[in-house]
């Protein structure tokens, strides 16, 4: 007991010193970052989506990202939320997210990467909830329409080009890419060796998933033509590219990268192939193309009986290529909050003055 005493006083001493020590705050010690954010009080504390009830962050330039399993992020900024992706309820084979879709009540746009259930499956409930203007390529619309949702919000976009779409404070620019396409005889290796180590789902839950499929579509074109790419920019020129599937770069993607140069931040999915030798892969071939500053990754969750995609492997190789990247991964809804004014475009306007 004596001891334990001696430990908590201990570590408050150290709590108490470390915070008044501006040379600790300097080297960025981990507790410190987190304590200032939370005393700051800046709206980039709460593990709690602006989409259900959570606060703006408290400068409009400051853009909140908060990861929900998947490649579901919200955007949060300048009183405009942008939801990439809607899968929210996943049912019980996966970790809860800690909301359900019915929590989501506001948003003002919905970008759909593609089609599949997983990106797709609570779209059309919190568009119709929300009022929000849901984007997606023909074969995800296709499906989006014949569902619970006012067609009016709904807008097709193929990403060959030509498709800006102007909201208030930012645009999106949709870019066709491509779905992910990982080796059958890998993927087959690795969910037969899940199949004999884990628990089999229960007819429940088999029923389960079975509802939420039918809110997606397993339409074969979602590979080819049904896989966009989102280019979002703030009036400012701060810039994030939203990949949702681990596929190859088109020539769509290339072109458009040409033409911009960088991004700030890449929301990118982890390629399915399970080994990290091809997932490293395909994750330098997304950053030698987006060029981003910081790197997210997406797509690395599981369900209970999964296996987690590891988005070290891939941080480290990519790090080992550009030493200047920063690479991030947090926990579900936690945010990451970014000051928009430093952007690539303002920096480089300033390198040209
Ligand atoms: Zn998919």
């Known amino acids: 007991m004596g001891r334990e005493v001696g430990w908590i006083a201990a570590v408050i001493a150290v709590i108490g010193l470390s915070c008044s020590n ?8 981990p507790r410190l970052m987190r304590q200032a954010i ?12 602006v989409s259900t009830g959570g606060a703006f962050p408290k400068n409009p330039k400051t853009l909140a990202i908060r990861w929900t399993g998947y490649t579901n992020y919200e955007i949060a900024f300048n009183g405009q939320i942008l939801l990439l992706d809607a899968h929210f309820d996943r049912g019980s084979m996966y970790p809860p997210l800690g909301f359900t879709a019915a929590d989501v009540k506001r948003a003002n746009v919905i970008l759909l990467g593609h089609g599949h259930l997983d990106h797709m499956s609570d779209a059309a409930s919190v568009g119709a909830r929300t009022g929000a203007v849901v984007v997606g390529a023909p074969v995800t619309t296709d499906k989006l329409k014949t569902q619970a949702i006012d067609t009016r919000q709904i807008r ?14 930012f645009n999106v620019e949709p870019i066709l890419g491509r779905h992910g396409e ?3 005889n890998v993927t ?3 969910d037969n060796a899940l199949k004999a180590t884990t628990p089999a789902p229960t007819k429940e839950q088999i029923a389960e998933r079975n509802k939420i499929r039918e809110r997606g579509t397993n ?11 989102f280019l979002i920019t703030l009036d400012n020129g701060f810039r994030i590219m939203f990949r949702d599937s681990g596929g190859v770069i088109t020539d769509y993607e290339k072109a458009a990268m040409q033409r911009i140069g960088r991004v700030d931040v890449a929301l990118v999915a982890v390629s399915a192939a399970y080994l990290h030798t091809l997932t490293v892969q395909r994750a330098l071939e997304h950053m030698r193309a987006y060029k981003p500053d910081v790197y997210i990754p997406g797509h690395h969750d599981a369900p209970f009986n999964g296996l987690w995609r590891s988005t070290e492997p891939l941080f480290q190789a990519l790090k080992d290529e550009n030493p200047h990247l920063v690479t991030v991964s947090r926990g579900y809804r936690e945010p990451l909050c970014f000051d928009t004014e430093n ?3 303002r920096r480089q306007g300033a390198d040209m003055r």
Do not use: H, W, Y
């Open 22 to 29: 501006p040379m600790t705050a300097r080297i960025g010690d």
């Open 38 to 49: 939370v005393d700051q009080g800046s709206g980039c504390e709460a593990a709690k989506l």
């Open 156 to 169: 097709t976009v193929t990403g060959r080009g030509g498709e800006l779409l102007e909201f208030a404070g």
């Open 182 to 184: 990982p080796p059958k």
């Open 188 to 190: 087959e290796a690795f």
């Open 219 to 229: 339409d074969p074109r979602v590979v080819s033509e049904g896989t966009i790419a």
């Open 343 to 345: 952007n690539i475009q």
